[in-house]
Nanobody, 127 residues
Framework: QVQLVESGGGSVQAGGSLRLSCGAS????????MGWFRQAPGKEREGVAS????????YYSDSVKGRFSISYDHAKNTVYLQMNSLTPEDTAMYYC????????????????????WGQGTQVNVSS
């Protein structure tokens, strides 16, 4: 069983920055791929960024390219999402997810392909 716990959410003004963290349990091949998703009120959950933890390969949605950066710290079993130049459109509940490496390589952003999920951390961006 892979356990994921998100932290780092909060309220910021437009143009500000936040760094989200997702702590994971001990190694499993089911977390070779780790991703960040978000869900705003009344909308479906969408993929934001993902990383293959063994190789460092990263993937981003078009809406966050150039503003967000995903990284992984093997020593701490933690994935990070650095979010810069935030806008009100980034307001959402952000979720951490994990599964096998093929999920990242697929590039589908399908939520049903991820085996494990955290409980989420709220991000609010005011104008």
């Amino acid at each position: 069983q892979v356990q994921l716990v998100e932290s780092g959410g909060g309220s910021v003004q437009a143009g500000g920055s936040l760094r989200l963290s997702c702590g994971a349990s001990s190694y499993s091949h089911y977390r070779d791929c780790m991703g960040w998703f978000r869900q705003a009120p009344g909308k479906e959950r969408e993929g934001v960024a993902s990383i293959v933890t063994l190789s460092g390969a990263t993937y981003y949605s078009d809406s966050v390219k150039g503003r967000f950066s995903i990284s992984y710290d093997h020593a701490k079993n933690t994935v990070y999402l650095q979010m810069n130049s935030l806008t009100p459109e980034d307001t959402a509940m952000y979720y951490c997810a994990a599964d096998s490496a093929y999920v990242c390589y697929s590039g589908s952003w399908s939520v049903n392909q991820y085996r494990y999920w955290g409980q989420g951390t709220q991000v609010n961006v005011s104008s």
